[in-house]
């Protein structure tokens, strides 16, 4: 019985050892390690291929020229088939409010314009984009017009 006493404690620090060794990582949010990771669709839920991401400027005076971008940042900025984003966000954080600032652009829809806390990013933000009514006349106008999809 002296034997089992002193072992107990023993195991029972470790295991302590343990768990506080396990906290941090447990806290840890999914997907931080990755980016974020936003997914594009419209108003259906469909995917939106060829969404770009533009970060905001904190700055009220942004430089004058264009931004340039790698190819490896072109991809990671534009949706992908599945609609999907995996841009690094450190270019969209304000330090002033601990926010990610940006703009989804994409041809045929509505820009969208968002702050996200960066304390309460999800693992996957759903950005939902609305499509641009078609003018009368256009090609695609024409056909619905005349009851075609």
């Not at 340039?68 to 940042?73: M, P």
């Amino acid at each position: 019985m002296n034997a089992e006493s002193k072992a107990g404690p023993g195991m029972r620090a470790l295991l302590a050892l343990v768990l506080v060794a396990l906290a941090p990582a447990c806290s840890s949010t999914p997907g931080a390690a990755e980016g974020g990771r936003m997914a594009v669709v419209d108003s259906l839920g469909a995917p939106v291929q060829g969404a770009f991401l533009y970060a905001m400027p904190e700055d009220e005076n942004p430089p004058a020229r264009p931004e340039k971008y790698t190819s490896a940042e072109l991809k990671a900025r534009t949706s992908d088939a599945q609609g999907m984003l995996r841009a690094e966000l450190d270019d969209f954080l304000w330090e002033s409010d601990h926010c990610y600032h940006f703009r989804v652009r994409r041809p045929g829809f509505e820009d969208v314009t968002m702050s996200v806390s960066r304390d309460l990013f999800p693992p996957v933000l759903r950005i939902e984009m609305k499509r641009l009514a078609q003018a009368p006349g256009s090609p695609q106008g024409t056909a619905q017009e005349a009851g075609h999809p």
